[in-house]
C-alpha cells in the first residue's frame, strides 16, 4: 500500500470519524449542539422538521439518520460541489434522477496534489431542483468521497512520490467508480473499471490488491444491475464469480494460521467457557457454524485439552448447528474431537443439527438437568441479519430460551449493513485496506498463500458486500454498539470481559509482527490493526 494511505494514523481517523458519521449517524461527541445545526442546515437547503425521531433508533436505519454528517460539517466545508467548476457538480434528469458528471479532473489538483481552494455562493440558486431524498444523499455520499480524496493527497505530500501518487489515483477511480455505479451510469461506470484493470493488480501493493477486490466486486454488480426505472438497484443474484468449496476451506485454514482475529475469538471464548464450566460435572457447548467449518475443530481440541487437566468434567457435550454445505465437514471433525477426546480421557459426545440458524427450531438443540450451557458464535451471527429483524431476533428468541450460563459473540468490528451502497463501499474499503495492509506485513508480497487469503477469503467478502443486495448480502457485518443494542432488546445482559492483560500477553507470546491492538470497550474487547477495529468480543448472559 502507498504509505500512509488510509493507513496513516492521522488520515485513517479523520476518515473513520466520517464514514461513521455517514453510515451510522450523529457522532456522540457534537451530541449536545447537533439540533440547533439540523436546523440551521435543513433550513438552508429549504426543508425544516426533519430528523425529529430519536437518532439512536438505528436499527430503522432511516434515510436522515445515516446521511446525518450534512448536519454536522458546516455549509462551508460543502463548498466543493456549489463550484460552477467543482467536478462535483449537480446533473438532473426527469423523475427527479440525478445524471453524473465527469469524474474529478486532474486539473483539479494544484501543483502540491491539494483540492484548489472552492469559495462558496451565497445563493443556493445553482442548485438543481432535485427531489429532497436524491438532493441529501448527493450532499453527503459526494462529500465523504471528496473529503477523502483530499485528505489522502494532503496527508500523502506531494506528487513527487510514485506510491503515494498511485495510491490517490486509485482511491479517485475506486470512489468515481462506486459512484457510477451507484447512480446507474453503466457506460462511464465500465471505462473506469478497465482503467481500474490495469492498476488493480492481484500481486501488486496492498491497496492495488485490495482495489482489484472492490473492483471484481463493483464489475458484478454493474453486470447484474437492473435498467435505470427498474424497482431496486440490482437483480437478486449470488455472487457470479462463486469458487469451489475446497479453495474457500484452503483459504479459511491459511486465515487461521495467518492471521489473528479467529485465534483471537477462539481464545476469549475458551477462557470464558472454561471459567464458567469451572466446577461443574455435565457441560455443554452450543457452536452455531463450527467457525465456518473450520478444519480439525482447533478450538475445541484446545477447550478439550485445557478441561483434561482440571479432571472436573465428567461429560462435555458439543452441538453444532450446519451452516450451508459443511455437514460433512462437521461429521468428520466431530469423529475427530471424539478420538482426541479418548486420547485426554474425556467422556465426549458430538451432535449435528442439519439447518441453518433461520430454520432453527427450540426443539432442534436438546439439553439434559443438570447440565450448564454455553454458546458459542464466531463470526456467524452477522449472515442472519436481514433488513427485517426477524430472522435474527428469531434464533436470539432461541437461544434466550435455552438459558445458557454465557454467550460468546465474536463478530466483525465494521459497519457493511448500512442501506445505501456508496456508504457501505467506503466503510469496507477503509476495513479492509487495514486488513490487506497488516497482511503485507505478515506475508512476502508474491506469496501464493497470500493471494489465496485474500482472493477466496476476504475478496469473496468483499465481492458480497459490494455487489450483492437483498438475501444474498450476507456479510452484514455491524459494529460492536450496535450489537449491543440488539442483544439488549432481545433480553441479554452483558457480561463485562475482564481479562485485557491476559489477552495481551497471549499476543505477546505469539510473537507476530507488531501493529496489532488490543482495547478493552465498554466490556468488550477488540482486537484491531493499527488502532483501526477489525474484530469484537462480546459476552451475553440471560
Known amino acids: 500500500m502507498a504509505p500512509g494511505l488510509l493507513t496513516n494514523p492521522l488520515y485513517k481517523e479523520q476518515f473513520m470519524n466520517r464514514i461513521k458519521l455517514g453510515v451510522n449517524g450523529i457522532d456522540p461527541r457534537f451530541k449536545a449542539g447537533c439540533n440547533k445545526r439540523k436546523s440551521e442546515v435543513f433550513h438552508d437547503l429549504g426543508t425544516t422538521g426533519f430528523l425529529e425521531k430519536d437518532d439512536q433508533e438505528d436499527d430503522v436505519q432511516n434515510l436522515g439518520q445515516d446521511l446525518s454528517i450534512s448536519s454536522i460539517y458546516s455549509r462551508h466545508n460543502m463548498s466543493v460541489f456549489d463550484h460552477s467548476n467543482s467536478a462535483w457538480q449537480l446533473g438532473c434528469l426527469s423523475n427527479n434522477f ?10 483539479s489538483f ?15 440558486s445553482s442548485i438543481p431542483k432535485l427531489g429532497f431524498r436524491d438532493h441529501i444523499w448527493t450532499y453527503t455520499q459526494r462529500y465523504l468521497a471528496a473529503e477523502a480524496i483530499e485528505d489522502a493527497v494532503s496527508e500523502n505530500g506531494t506528487p513527487k512520490d510514485e506510491g503515494n501518487k498511485d495510491g490517490t489515483h486509485l482511491v479517485r477511480l475506486l470512489v ?103 466446577g461443574e460435572k455435565y457441560v455443554h457447548v452450543l457452536d452455531l457454524g463450527l467457525t465456518l467449518g473450520l478444519q480439525q475443530g482447533h478450538q475445541w481440541r484446545g477447550l478439550i485439552e ?6 472436573t468434567p465428567r461429560r462435555l457435550r458439543i452441538t453444532a448447528v450446519a451452516v450451508g454445505p459443511y455437514v460433512n465437514q462437521f461429521v468428520t471433525i466431530g469423529n475427530e474431537l471424539k478420538v482426541y477426546a479418548l486420547e485426554k480421557d474425556i467422556d465426549f459426545e458430538f451432535t449435528i443439527v442439519e439447518s441453518s440458524l433461520e430454520n432453527l427450531k427450540p426443539g432442534d ?30 434464533v436470539l428468541q432461541i437461544i434466550h430460551e435455552l438459558s445458557p450460563k454465557v454467550l460468546i459473540l465474536v463478530e466483525q468490528d465494521s459497519n457493511h449493513n448500512g442501506p445505501f451502497f456508496l456508504g457501505r463501499f467506503m466503510e469496507a474499503l477503509h476495513y479492509y485496506s487495514a486488513i490487506f495492509d497488516s497482511l503485507d506485513a505478515m506475508l512476502p508480497k508474491y506469496d501464493t498463500k497470500r493471494a489465496k487469503i485474500e482472493q477466496f477469503y476476504f475478496g469473496e467478502e468483499i465481492k458480497n458486500i459490494v455487489s450483492c443486495e437483498g438475501p444474498n448480502r450476507v456479510e452484514r ?28 500477553q497471549w499476543l505477546e507470546k505469539l510473537g507476530i509482527c507488531e501493529g496489532y491492538t488490543i482495547v478493552e470497550e465498554k466490556g468488550c474487547l477488540v482486537l484491531g490493526w493499527k488502532s483501526k477495529p477489525i474484530v469484537a468480543v462480546s459476552c451475553w448472559k440471560c
Open 365 to 394: 438443540i436438546k439439553t439434559y438437568k443438570n447440565e450448564v450451557l454455553a454458546v458459542n458464535s464466531i463470526l456467524q451471527l452477522h449472515c442472519v441479519v436481514k433488513e427485517s429483524r426477524g430472522a435474527l431476533n428469531s
Open 477 to 504: 457485518h455491524e459494529r460492536v454498539d450496535q450489537w449491543r443494542r440488539r442483544m439488549s432488546r432481545a433480553g441479554f445482559q452483558g457480561s463485562p470481559i475482564k481479562m485485557t492483560n491476559q489477552t495481551k
Open 110 to 124: 494544484n501543483d502540491h496534489g491539494l483540492l484548489d481552494t472552492i469559495h462558496r455562493s451565497n445563493s443556493t
Open 306 to 311: 485445557s478441561l483434561s487437566q482440571t479432571h
Open 98 to 107: 440525478m445524471k453524473r458528471s465527469k469524474s474529478m479532473p486532474e486539473s
Open 176 to 278: 468515481s467508480c462506486a459512484e457510477a455505479v451507484a447512480c446507474r451510469d453503466k457506460a462511464h461506470a465500465s471505462n473506469l473499471l478497465a482503467e481500474l484493470g490495469s492498476n488493480a493488480l492481484v500481486f501488486g501493493s496492498s491497496f492495488q490488491r485490495v482495489a482489484s477486490c472492490f473492483m471484481q466486486g463493483l464489475t458484478d454488480r454493474l453486470t447484474s444491475m437492473q435498467p435505470l426505472g427498474a424497482v431496486g438497484l440490482v437483480a437478486p443474484t449470488k455472487n457470479m464469480n462463486t469458487i469451489a468449496l475446497d479453495k474457500k476451506d484452503e483459504a479459511l485454514r491459511l486465515v487461521y494460521e495467518t492471521c489473528l482475529h479467529i485465534k483471537f475469538g477462539h481464545f476469549i471464548a475458551n477462557a470464558t467457557i472454561l471459567e464458567v464450566f469451572e
